[in-house]
């Protein structure tokens, strides 16, 4: 059996009368290309442009359908213009010749049915249809016999694919260089091994159009018709020589696990060099496959699903380092601020030291460079979701000088908190695509089960792994000690992994501490470091006390040397005390410089820390692996419990194994009996991985569109369905629900009308767009209701209460806020004081917002809590001091964590409020200034005299701050007047160097 082909793409024509096309050659010659390198053999003839007049096309059909025998396979496709009477605008064509230089479906009818081909496929990349911007000449004569019956070229062994329906357009995409319907032919083709049916490539193909024309508020679907006995295949499609040569910007340097080999793409040695001494092995099956196979050091975007310790992020870093060599800026974003400093202080490090890179970070603090990266004055820059999504929508010119953008954890798309970030961000950029804005995208993603075609809609490839540099065991281990386990080749065991007579009662009653003591005092005498996961913060603590208490180990005194030793919480002397028994602990209850202390411990490999206690943050992405880790629940506590998903239990036993250390990492997850042991293990440990999905729900529809029209100016009242379809969770219903788009549009229809009501929407004709106010609230970190309660409360609130202090206060009645855990006694009137506290500190007026829409007497004693804590933040009341003052009892204690949270959320939403403050009351909000000052004492915790402190060369603790007020000095001035022995033993060498040299 021969193949046979003729592919014609025609861009430009003779007549000027034809609009001209940008993809059409393109198409042609991709599938030419893929075709030739994919079957060597095959007989192909390319006619573009000038080339494919009426007589040379029908001269190519004729030979090629004609040398065909009779056991072999002709494809011709075609990509141009069609006319409204199903005939071929060829280079030549004229309007006033037009029977004479077109090619009639009639025709290539009747050389069909000649044909002793067994079987022809014909695809068409045009339409028969009008529509603006469509591939048809529409000013061409319509004959009155224009209607042609596709049942005389389509039969058995005849095979045609259109774009698009008899009556519909078919497109271009813009910016991507093909047409739609070839553009997925080309990435359906290509994403299989083996020959694909052509049944089944066109299912996957018409969802893929539907859901591009869903997101460009297009509509266009191709048809396939005709029949062959036995079906259709086709062989894989893969790029070679001829595809490279005509698409050399898509050319992959091959390279080996030798990260030598890395300097061919213009990485730097020296780097190189470091990168050899990190990762003595090369480069892992997983890098070298996103460089080989998938060009991530060519440019291509790359959706990455890996394990943890997969050396998934090393990819992003080796992307960015070849983009900046390359001249082209690179955006890192990661969910939590906690790893935006750390890989700030990394990369800083690293590459700012050894190639000059300017490494830059936004996370929301007082020390952002923000304003380098507005203007562009970066190489590398570092961000959390929030920070990007804001700076990209307010000022969408930041994307223009972005040529690659790392997305860590791109899982949290799921979140139902944050996932809505996420998915903005993303749609954002491909958005910005219509405007040539297409950076390179990279997105990292955690462990998952279904990447429910998340790659697509990125329009990116996929490269899944659960390959792991250090094989994992994992198993569930009951009260008996019976450990049942995976072993590294999957195989189901058991072991008695302790003693039965380990295992007793050490408190009042069952525990988990009956089995973590034994288990990790086990792990730590075989020389294994280990992570204990608890669900809570109390629990964290509880776990380490008891196990520095019954370990023996060695005290980590290196470690507590380097803690803090001003504004010391409860919390901090647990941990040093804990430290002097060798166990170390995470939570939000420690400061971040404890927090550092401990995790740099944790990973140094002389360090006494062989023991952490964490909270299941951790898990996500700081840089804290363990030869052994310990799940002691497998819930998350709440106002609800709600059990861990699969892959979020995944995510923490991917913490063990250390490469370089173990040969192996195990995971155990603990069960109360034999029963639930089984159960845990079926659920988790072989249990199936959730699919992706987005977190968009059609009940936050409001807030989900006033965040999407903020990234647009104006916008046809139309095209707000298509702004929807273009994120993910648009993307996922036109797939799967054809009526989707119904639904939603009437939808639309009451809520436009209720937004234009609200005045969030101004609309000129059919032109919409958001109102001043509307925008405000699209871009707030607040949602719909809660902007619109703002609103309310703002207007209603008189002058006097809107001072910044005030707003703070306010702040606190917001759904956002009482959405947050407040530690309060909701039984009796304990803390009834806070209301009698609160009013002489903030007023009348404010105590009646903070009653409004309360749904308990609790709800209101707990906003009175928050307000009143935030005012005793803001005057350098110590933490400690505020623990005692706002804790109860034991069952409700007031933690640094919590005073924390308050005053990053209030701050954060507080950048939301003065904007909408400013548009509501512009004659009563705050100046820009008083506002500023409220925020940096919200960040730091301080009172009004310290502020000149932050104008150091370096950053304090918030101890050390109020420890030089306590000693008189409020300026830098102040401070460098001090006695010189003074200012080593309180700032350190470096700082007191730094401090004396400006």
Not at 553 to 567: K, Y
Not at 841 to 846: M, T
Request: proline letters at 3%.
């Amino acid at each position: 059996m021969a193949f046979w082909g003729g592919f014609i793409g025609i861009n430009k024509y003779m007549d000027s009368r034809v609009n001209e096309l940008t993809g059409a050659c393109r198409d042609a010659i991709a599938l030419w290309s893929l075709f030739k390198d994919s079957i060597p053999e095959m007989s192909a003839k390319l006619l573009i442009n000038e080339n494919a007049t009426t007589q040379a096309v029908l001269d190519m059909m004729s030979e090629t359908l004609s040398s065909a025998g009779p056991d072999d396979t002709v494809v011709v496709f075609f990509s141009g213009h069609g006319t409204r009477n199903h005939r071929l605008v060829m280079y030549d064509t004229q309007i006033e010749h037009p029977f004479d230089t077109t090619i009639s479906m009639e025709k290539i009818a009747e050389l069909f049915r000649e044909s002793n081909a067994k079987l022809v496929i014909l695809i068409l990349d045009c339409c028969f249809s009008g529509g603006a911007a469509a591939k048809v000449f529409d000013d061409f004569p319509v004959a009155k016999d224009a209607f042609f019956d596709w049942n005389n070229i389509v039969g058995t062994g005849r095979v045609i694919i259109t774009a698009s329906s008899a009556n519909e357009p078919a497109y271009e995409h813009p910016g991507v260089g093909h047409g739609i319907l070839t553009k997925a032919l080309l990435d359906v083709l290509q994403s299989e091994e083996v020959g694909v049916s052509l049944v089944t490539a066109m299912d996957s193909v018409l969802m893929r159009v539907r859901a591009e024309c869903g997101r460009l508020g297009l509509s266009q679907t191709p048809e396939l018709l005709g029949h062959f006995e036995g079906g259709v295949f086709l062989p894989s499609l893969r790029p070679g020589e001829n595809y490279y040569r005509n698409f050399p910007e898509l050319q992959i340097i091959k390279v080996s696990n030798n990260i030598t080999d890395l300097l061919q793409y213009n990485i730097p040695e020296s780097v190189c060099d470091y990168w050899g001494t990190q990762f003595a092995n090369g480069l892992n099956n997983l890098q070298v496959k996103a460089i080989n196979e998938h060009g991530v050091l060519s440019g291509n975007s790359l959706l990455v699903v890996a394990p943890t310790s997969s050396g998934k992020t090393f990819i992003g870093e080796m992307a960015s380092i070849r983009a900046i060599k390359r001249g082209r800026k690179v955006v890192f974003l990661l969910p939590y601020k906690a790893l935006v400093n750390e890989k700030f202080e990394y990369f800083s490090e690293l590459y700012g030291e050894k190639i000059n890179v300017r490494v830059i970070r936004c996370s929301g603090d007082y020390y952002d460079q923000t304003e380098d990266f507005v203007r562009g004055r970066y190489d590398l820059a570092v961000l959390t979701y929030e920070m990007f999504l804001n700076l990209a929508v307010s000022r969408p010119s930041v994307l223009t000088k972005i040529g690659l953008i790392v997305l860590d954890e791109a899982q949290f798309i799921t979140d139902p908190n944050r996932g809505i970030i996420v998915e903005l961000i993303l749609t954002n950029l491909i958005a910005a695509r219509e405007k040539e804005i297409n950076p390179q995208i990279i997105a990292l993603s955690a462990v998952i089960g279904d990447i429910n075609n998340f790659h697509i809609w990125l329009g990116c490839q996929a490269l899944i792994s659960n390959e792991r540099p250090v094989p994992l065991i994992e198993g569930v281990l009951d009260r008996t000690g019976v450990y049942q386990y995976l072993d590294e080749d999957g195989q189901e065991k058991t072991a008695q992994l302790l003693p039965a007579t380990a295992i007793r009662v050490r408190g009042v009653k069952q525990s988990s501490q009956d089995v973590i003591i034994p288990l990790v005092a086990k792990l730590v005498g075989q020389g294994e470091t280990v992570i204990v996961f608890r669900n809570t913060r109390g629990l964290v603590q509880g776990c380490a006390r008891y196990l520095a208490k019954n370990l023996g180990l060695d005290a980590a005194t290196d470690v507590i040397s380097r803690l803090p030793d001003q504004d010391i919480t409860t919390t901090s002397e647990e941990l040093q005390e804990c430290l002097r028994g060798g166990i170390g602990f995470h939570c939000t209850d420690l400061d971040r410089d404890e927090r550092q202390a401990v995790e740099q411990a944790f990973r140094a490999s002389d360090s006494k820390v062989r023991v952490l206690v964490a909270t299941t943050t951790i898990a996500a992405g700081i840089n804290t692996p363990a030869s052994t880790v310990i799940i002691a629940e497998h819930e998350f506590m709440g106002s609800a419990v709600q059990p861990y998903t699969v892959a979020e239990y995944k995510n923490m036993a991917g913490r063990a194994g250390r490469l370089g250390y173990n040969e192996k990492g195990k995971a155990i997850l603990l069960a109360a009996t034999y029963s639930e042991r089984d159960t845990l293990f079926k659920k988790y440990v072989v249990g199936k991985l959730e699919p992706l999905r987005s977190s968009f729900n059609v009940s936050e529809i409001d807030t989900w569109i006033l965040r999407l029209l903020a990234q647009e100016k104006a916008v046809h009242r139309d095209d707000v369905f298509r702004i929807l379809a273009n994120t993910y969770g648009g993307f996922l219903q036109s797939r799967l629900d054809p009526t989707w788009r119904e639904k939603v549009e009437a939808h639309l229809q009451k809520l436009l009308p209720a937004m234009l009501e609200l005045n969030l929407l101004e609309q000129d004709g059919e032109i919409i767009q958001l109102s001043l106010l509307g925008r405000a609230c699209g871009q707030s970190s607040l949602s719909l209701k809660s902007s619109l309660q703002l609103v309310e409360l703002l207007l209603r609130a008189s002058a006097e209460d809107l001072t910044p202090e005030k707003l703070m206060a306010l702040m606190q009645a917001l759904p956002e806020a009482d959405q947050g855990y407040t530690p309060i006694l909701k039984k009796g009137r304990s803390e009834s004081d806070h209301a009698y506290n609160c009013s002489k500190c903030f007023g009348s007026g404010v105590m009646r917002e903070l009653q409004r829409k309360a749904q308990s007497e609790s709800d209101y004693f707990a906003r009175c809590k928050r307000a009143l804590i935030l005012w005793d933040w803001i005057n350098g009341v110590s933490i400690g001091g505020l623990e005692r003052k706002y804790t109860v009892n034991d069952y409700a204690r007031t933690r640094r964590g919590d005073i924390g949270r308050f005053a990053d959320s209030t701050r954060h939403h507080m950048h939301s409020a003065h904007q909408i403050m400013i548009l509501t009351r512009p004659e009563d909000a705050p100046r820009q200034e008083e506002y500023n000052v409220l925020l940096q004492r919200l960040e730091f915790g301080i009172p009004l005299e310290a502020l000149l402190l932050l104008k150091l060369p370096f950053t304090l603790n918030r101890g050390q701050y109020l420890a030089l007020l306590e000693r008189g000095i409020r300026t830098p001035e102040d401070l460098r007047k001090q006695d010189e022995d003074w200012l080593v033993k309180f700032l350190g060498k470096r700082k007191a160097y730094v401090l004396m040299q400006n």
